[in-house]
């Protein structure tokens, strides 16, 4: 399944899910481009104690109509038993998939093999993991996350799409959350997983994002490239609840980013899942 997502794999919508209108006007663009996997966090870890989300309970539904209008909804969730309600509550007995990650803030051994291990039973499951926010030993713990999911959870490095999102202890050059293009490839390298880039937690602004999706899109690493993005697009961006600063607009989506990952770059002449 994780091989019909096409090259590169795109996954795009809005940081929180907000509104059911907020869903269907993201809906239409995302049905509109023919990207595969739609994002909408029912679930936002927060710094401050702030709005956290719309939540499991009012987000399923909204999820559930991403799925009936054919795409694959996108969720953090922060515990397993939260995993199993959305899951539950968005497919139930159905066909179709729908993708969990594991947020950068919430990296714990428990919560990895656990949800390693759902997807090992039920393969409508697809599992995204965050690099952690901190660059300590950055590579053991990086890897750490992978270990845990698939030799703690049993799942298969293949079926498993790790995200890169920078460090948040670096803060240099601008970045809001600095990026190591070249770790997170030599680690797609040797685990074998999949390794999207996550443009929109990296940059933080509009400009940063565009810079940064050039950046890492056409970074190479002894013929190693990023298999696709992970990227915040907002149909309203003045009325975000969240992360306001680095949502992109739709125009702008097409404006900057769908020339770097669909024409003239290295995804013309390299098959970026290979
Ligand atoms: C997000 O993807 O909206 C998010 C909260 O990202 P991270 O876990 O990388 O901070
Ligand atoms: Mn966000």
């Not at 909408?40 to 709005?51: L, Q």
């Not at 694959?72 to 038993?81: G, K, M, R, S, Y």
């Not at 990296?202 to 002894?222: D, N, P, Y």
Request: aromatic fraction near 4%; proline fraction near 4%.
């Amino acid at each position: 399944m994780i091989e019909n997502l096409g090259k590169p794999i795109i996954i795009a919508g809005p940081c929180a899910a907000e509104s059911m209108q907020q869903i269907e006007a993201s809906i239409r663009e995302v049905k509109a481009r023919e990207i595969p996997i739609m994002r909408a966090s029912i679930v936002k870890p927060r710094t401050e104690n702030s709005w956290d989300g719309i939540g499991v309970e009012e987000g399923i539904p909204l999820l559930k109509r991403i799925k009936e209008a054919g795409l694959i909804p996108a969720t953090e969730v922060l515990d397993i038993d939260e995993a199993k309600k959305v899951i539950d509550g968005v497919l139930g007995q159905d066909d179709g998939n729908i993708m969990l990650w594991i947020g950068a803030r919430n990296q714990n051994h428990r919560f990895q093999r656990n949800l390693g291990r759902l997807a090992t039973e039920d393969n409508r499951l697809i599992v995204g993991a965050k690099n952690q926010i901190w660059s300590g030993e950055a590579e053991r713990h990086f890897k750490g996350i992978i270990s845990h999911i698939c030799d703690g959870g049993g799942l298969e490095r293949s079926r498993l799409i790790m995200i890169h999102r920078g460090f948040c202890d670096r803060n240099t050059n601008g970045y809001r959350n600095t990026p190591d293009y070249d770790l997170a490839l030599k680690i797609k390298d040797d685990e074998g997983v999949i390794m999207l880039l996550d443009p929109s937690h990296i940059g933080g602004t509009i400009e940063k994002v565009i810079e940064v999706t050039r950046e890492g899109m056409t970074f190479e690493r002894q013929g190693v490239i990023f298999d696709g993005l992970m990227i915040e697009i907002h149909p309203d961006r003045n009325a975000a609840k969240t992360d306001i600063k680095q949502q992109l607009t739709w125009r702008e989506y097409d404006e900057h980013i769908e020339p770097i990952v669909k024409g003239g770059t290295i995804y013309e002449t390299k098959s970026a899942a290979d």
